[in-house]
């Protein structure tokens, strides 16, 4: 089981990116799926997540309006939408795939990918 994520890079403040969390060989529709950022000397934390069931989703309040997940299950892929990024999102991004309909901590997700780089600045 292995999760990519992808999309990361160097983006201006106020521009966007789109992250991608792609699985193989399972498939990504039985799981919620989170987006994690950890940023340099800082604890990893919750971004968003999108449940398993009914699609339900949630966002940190820092990301709160500017931040979208969404799933593509016929791509097999969940998509985090990031617009008016700011200099403090600047983080390295993972994703995870959770058996909890909709897990609230790190210790629900039993999956991790790589993470994504994504740096702010001008």
């Known amino acids: 089981v292995q999760l990519q994520a992808s999309g990361g890079g160097l983006v201006q403040p106020g521009g966007s990116l789109r992250l991608s969390c792609a699985a193989s060989?399972?498939?990504?529709?039985?799981?919620?799926i989170g987006w994690f950022r950890q940023a340099p000397g800082k604890e990893r934390e919750r971004v968003s997540c999108?449940?398993?069931?009914?699609?339900?989703?949630y966002y940190a309040d820092s990301v709160k309006g500017r931040f979208t997940i969404s799933r593509d299950n016929a791509k097999n892929t969940v998509y985090l939408q990031m617009n008016s990024l700011k200099p403090e999102d600047t983080a390295v991004y993972y994703c995870g795939a959770s058996e909890v309909v909709i897990p609230t901590r790190q210790s629900h997700y039993e999956f991790w990918g790589q993470g994504t780089l994504v740096t702010v600045s001008s």
């Open positions: 999108i449940s398993s069931s009914d699609g339900s989703t």
């Open positions: 060989p399972f498939t990504l529709d039985g799981y919620a």
